[in-house]
């Protein structure tokens, strides 16, 4: 059981506009994003280049970034915590982790 399920809410959506080559919980998780204006965190490269354009997608490190810029988190630290999650998700030199390493050393 989670210890915070009562913490998170709980919305279902219909599929008003369907992104080919993308499964049916992704499909909704864009038409909700895109229904709520929302910006949706995600790490399927794919899914993020299907939805391009089309609603805003962030990957999950996009935090480590924000964290940086809004002086709650060193620049230091930030890039340390990406090598880590790099190596947790085997990343190497994926998208992911080279689009936030240039984030974080741009800041």
Do not use: C, P
Request: glycine share 2%; net charge positive; charged share 30%.
């Amino acid at each position: 059981m989670l210890k915070y399920k009562n913490k998170f809410i709980i919305k279902k959506t219909e599929i008003k506009e369907s992104i080919g080559y993308v499964q049916k919980t992704d499909n909704e998780l864009y038409n909700l994003a895109k229904k709520q204006s929302s910006t949706l965190i995600t790490d399927d490269v794919k899914f993020s280049r299907h939805v391009d354009g089309k609603i805003d997608t962030q990957f999950s490190t996009f935090f480590l970034a924000l964290l940086v810029s809004s002086k709650y988190l060193s620049k230091e630290k930030a890039l340390e915590l990406l090598e880590k999650l790099r190596n947790i998700r085997n990343w190497r030199n994926n998208i992911i982790y080279l689009i936030t390493k240039n984030q974080i050393e741009q800041l």
